[in-house]
């Protein structure tokens, strides 16, 4: 069930558009319960979970992202902007929850979690910030939350080892930075970050590389595209 939720998950936040069907198929996959406490005694007090390594608080808003994004992509009219809108308001308070919840959670205990998966964890709630304010409601990647978030992703996976499993989950946190990293020493930081993974050679390193510099030279060719604009040409 988890793996099919992240499969889920990579395929409504995908560049590509996707049929009204996949979508409302992916996003209608609820996390349930009973899944958390069927997990070992050895991670039912860690924050994080332990397949996804990012907090299970932040499944449903991904999902959601994506579907509001593929939403976006399909339909148009004052009916479908007001739908939508409704929509991003109860998104961005659920995304800002996510995080209160973590962070109550981790004051309310000692972690039970490595330090490396908490590292994780705080990209993925950085890259989500990222994925909502720029793809959702179409803030400038040259705004400075913007930049401060890319940074902050760029340096929590700095700080885990290379070697750890942990580093195999920075790869979707990093690309979603590096989509809108403006400043070429972070774009520098990025790409050799994701090169790091090259020994897990499952994650096809260098195609990701690859592919973000085709969106660098699209955005800095053209920077005052939106996010539905630019990734349009990202995937053509």
């Known amino acids: 069930m988890a793996l099919l939720k992240w499969t889920d998950i990579c ?24 899944e958390i406490g069927n997990f070992s005694s050895e991670f039912r007090d860690w924050i994080i979970h332990p397949i996804y390594t ?3 608080h932040l499944i449903d808003p991904l999902l959601r992202i994506g579907r509001l994004v ?14 939508a809108e409704a929509e991003a308001e109860a998104l961005e308070e659920l995304l800002l ?7 109550e959670a981790s004051t309310g205990r ?3 979690d490595p330090d490396q998966v908490l590292r994780v964890n705080e990209a993925m709630h950085a890259a989500t910030s990222v994925m909502y304010y720029t793809r959702v409601r179409d803030v400038p990647f040259k705004a400075p939350f913007i930049r401060r978030s890319v940074a902050r992703v760029q340096q929590e996976a700095g700080v885990v080892d290379c070697d750890s499993l942990s580093s195999r989950a920075l790869v979707f946190p990093l690309f979603v930075a590096g989509c809108e990293a403006v400043d070429e020493g972070v774009r520098d930081l ?27 030279a699209i955005r800095d060719a053209e920077p005052g595209l939106s996010w ?7 995937v053509s």
């Open 54 to 56: 990012f907090s299970r």
């Open 97 to 103: 929850q996510s995080y209160d919840r973590d962070v």
């Open 190 to 216: 990025i790409t050799r970050r994701i090169l790091a993974s090259e020994r897990y050679p499952e994650l096809q390193a260098p195609k990701i590389v690859d592919h973000l510099r085709r969106i660098w």
């Open 228 to 234: 539905l604009e630019w990734s349009v040409k990202g």
């Open 110 to 112: 000692p972690a039970e």
């Open 11 to 34: 395929t409504v936040n995908s560049l590509f558009s996707q049929s009204p069907s996949v979508v409302e198929a992916c996003a209608s996959v609820t996390v349930y319960e009973e």
């Open 70 to 83: 593929q939403l976006r992509k399909q339909v148009s009219g004052w009916s479908a902007e007001m739908e």
